[in-house]
C-alpha cells in the first residue's frame, strides 16, 4: 500500500493510536472553529491562515485514523486480496496526509511571523506541497518526520517568545503544546529502532493536543472574565 505512516509499534496499540488521532482532530477543529470566529469579528488574515492551517491539521488526524486500521487490517487478514481502487485512494490519502501535515505547520509560521501578502503564502504553500510529493515518492518515513521537526521549530521560537512577553496560561500551554508534538516527531524517527519510540511518540503527541486544548480553554475563560468585568462595571 506504501504508507508513510509505517507499522513500528505493537499491534495492540493501532486502536488507541486511531483514539488519539480523533482526539488531536477533535482539538484541531475546535481551534479552527474559534479562529474562524474571530476571522468573522475582525477580518484579520491572519485567523483565516490559522483556521485553514488547524483545518488541514484535523484532517490529517482523520486520514491517519482511518488510514492505520485500515491498512493494518489488509496487510494482516486481507493481503491477498486485490481491492484496486481502494488501494490508489489509500495512496492518494497517503499523500493529503503528508502534505496537510507539512502545510498546517506552514501556514502557522506564517501566522506566527505576521506573514500577510498573499503571493509569498501561496510560494510557500507550492514549495511545501512539492517537497511533500518528494516525500512521498521515496516514501521516506524519517524524511517527513525531520522535515515536521524543522517546521515545528519555527513555531517553537515564536510561541516561546509570545509565552515570555504574555506571560499567561494559555501561551504556556501552546508552548508547551508544539514542543512536545515536535518531541513526537522526533519520537517517529526512532521508531524504527525499538517500538518504544513508536508509543512514545503517539503520548506525546497526545499530550501535545491536550495541552493545546488547556490553552483554548484558558483563553476562552479569560475572554469571559473579562466579559463579565465590564458587565460588573
Do not use: E
Not at 486511531?18 to 484579520?44: E, H, M, N, P, R
Not at 482523520?62 to 492505520?68: E, G
Not at 487478514?77 to 486485490?82: C, G, K, M, R, T
Not at 508552548?175 to 515536535?182: G, Q, S
Amino acid at each position: 500500500m506504501g504508507v508513510i505512516i509505517n507499522f513500528k509499534g505493537p499491534t495492540w496499540f493501532y486502536g488507541m493510536d486511531a483514539v488519539i488521532q480523533l482526539f488531536g482532530a477533535i482539538v484541531a477543529l475546535t481551534l479552527a472553529f474559534y479562529g474562524y470566529k474571530a476571522y468573522k469579528l475582525s477580518k484579520d488574515r491572519k485567523y483565516l491562515l490559522f483556521t485553514i492551517a488547524f483545518l488541514l491539521l484535523s484532517l490529517d488526524l482523520i486520514i491517519y485514523a482511518l488510514l492505520i486500521p485500515a491498512a493494518f487490517a489488509y496487510y494482516t487478514f486481507y493481503s491477498d486480496v486485490y481491492v484496486g481502487f481502494l488501494l490508489q485512494a489509500a495512496r492518494m490519502l497517503n499523500f493529503l496526509f503528508i502534505a496537510a501535515t507539512l502545510l498546517a505547520y506552514t501556514l502557522l509560521i506564517a501566522v506566527y511571523s505576521k506573514i500577510d501578502r498573499a503571493d509569498t503564502i501561496a510560494l510557500v504553500s507550492v514549495m511545501t506541497i512539492i517537497i511533500s510529493g518528494f516525500i512521498y515518492r521515496f516514501q521516506s518515513f524519517t524524511g517527513f518526520n525531520l522535515v515536521s521537526v524543522l517546521l515545528l521549530t519555527f513555531i517553537m521560537a515564536y510561541t516561546c517568545h509570545n509565552c515570555i512577553t504574555r506571560k499567561t496560561k494559555s501561551a504556556t500551554s501552546v508552548f508547551v503544546a508544539f514542543i512536545l508534538i515536535a518531541l513526537g516527531h522526533l519520537f517517529f524517527v526512532g521508531a524504527g529502532i525499538s517500538p518504544v519510540a513508536f508509543l512514545l511518540g503517539h503520548l506525546l503527541q497526545l499530550a501535545g493536543y491536550s495541552s493545546l486544548l488547556i490553552g483554548l480553554i484558558y483563553m476562552i475563560g479569560k475572554k469571559k472574565n473579562g466579559k463579565k468585568n465590564t458587565t460588573t462595571k
